[in-house]
């Protein structure tokens, strides 16, 4: 099982990034996909979710009309497009495969998540 998240990067406020999330080793059909952040002194905090067969998403208050969430589950991979990024957006991102619902309806994980590796997304002039 591997989620690989990539896309990462510096920009400008006021920028754009798109992250992936590419999943090997399970059917990312049963599984919400979230994505996580944590910044520098802070606790990780849910940012998106979309659940395995794109109905129900998630989306934090701060992230909301910024961010947007899909997926390709033929190309088994979960995309997260951020507009509109300023400086607090500034952390390492996380993707999260779950196979339960609450993911999606909370933005937290549970004890099944599984986690990938992160990618530093740096927003700055």
């Known amino acids: 099982v591997q989620l690989q998240a990539s896309g990462g990067g510096l920009v400008q406020p006021g920028g754009f990034l798109r992250l992936s999330c590419a999943a090997s080793?399970?059917?990312?059909?049963?599984?919400?996909i979230g994505w996580f952040r944590q910044a520098p002194g802070k606790e990780r905090e849910g940012v998106s979710c979309?659940?395995?067969?794109?109905?129900?998403?998630y989306y934090a208050d701060p992230t909301k009309g910024r961010f947007t969430i899909s997926r390709n589950n033929a190309e088994k991979t979960v995309y997260l497009q951020m507009n509109s990024l300023n400086p607090e957006d500034t952390a390492v991102y996380y993707c999260?495969?779950?196979?339960?619902?609450?993911?999606?309806?909370?933005?937290?994980?549970?004890?099944?998540?599984?986690w990938g590796q992160g990618t530093q997304v740096t927003v700055s002039s």
């Open positions: 999260a495969a779950d196979p339960g619902f609450t993911m999606c309806l909370t933005g937290t994980a549970s004890v099944d998540t599984w």
């Open positions: 080793g399970f059917t990312l059909d049963y599984y919400a």
């Open positions: 979309i659940s395995g067969g794109g109905t129900d998403i």
